[in-house]
């Protein structure tokens, strides 16, 4: 089991209420592959560098987990079709 952060970026048409949804939609993704999550930090609602999909501002969340590292392909096929997910990635730490 290593260390991860997974930064994603939730659509900022999504009213508040909804966001936790999101938050609790992706971290039973990550459970469901058999992850350990520590912690959740919602940074807020932040300009982005460049328009995505025309929306100029975005949602920030940070989320640490464990996992086997051989899941993690399988994790990120789910969190691609997510429709409130505007982008995500995920940094091993060490």
Known sequence: MKKYELMFIIN?????EGRDAVIEKVTGV???AG???E???KWGERKLAYPI???????YVL???EVDGTVL???????????DVL???VVKQN
Not at 53 to 59: A, D, E, L, M, V
């Open 12 to 16: 900022p048409t999504v009213l508040e």
């Open 30 to 32: 990550l459970t469901a």
């Open 35 to 37: 992850a350990n999550v």
């Open 39 to 41: 912690k959740s930090e």
């Open 53 to 59: 999909n025309k929306k100029k501002t975005g949602f």
């Open 63 to 65: 989320t640490t987990f």
């Open 73 to 83: 392909a399988d994790v990120e096929a789910k969190l691609n079709i997510m429709e």
């Open 87 to 89: 982008r995500y990635i």
